[in-house]
């Protein structure tokens, strides 16, 4: 199993920016694909952000140039950098990674906690 930690989330105004941290750990495993999705209250879970092995980034048109997803595999790290952030950013954000454990070379989706934004002022 592949678990993932999210943090930076917090309360920003609109148009400040934060940057929000994911970390993989487990067993020995191979990252496919990392992701952000978020959820904001009374609405669906949406894919904001994905990046998968060959770097190809996607991104929703709702955060398209003003987010941008980044990892470090070697750290087994995702980042999401949210700039000119707006009040319907709000929303609870979670990680999410397709992953191979190499032990058993089985696949696995994890998901983290999630960690929330607030854009008000």
């Known amino acids: 199993q592949v678990r993932l930690v999210e943090s930076g989330g917090g309360s920003v105004q609109p148009g400040g920016s934060l940057t929000l941290s994911c970390v993989a750990s487990?067993?020995?495993?191979?990252?496919?694909?990392m992701g952000w999705y978020r959820q904001a209250p009374g609405k669906q879970r949406e894919l904001a952000a994905r990046a998968a092995t060959g770097s190809s980034m996607y991104y929703a048109d709702s955060v398209k140039g003003r987010f941008t997803i980044s990892k470090d595999s070697a750290k087994n790290m995702v980042y999401l950098q949210m700039s000119s952030l707006k009040p319907d950013d709000t929303a609870v954000y979670y990680c999410?990674?397709?992953?191979?454990?190499?032990?058993?070379?089985?696949?696995?989706?994890?998901w983290g906690q999630g960690t929330q934004v607030t854009v008000s002022s």
């Open positions: 999410n990674a397709d992953a191979v454990l190499l032990e058993t070379a089985r696949t696995t989706v994890s």
């Open positions: 487990g067993n020995r495993f191979y990252i496919t694909s």
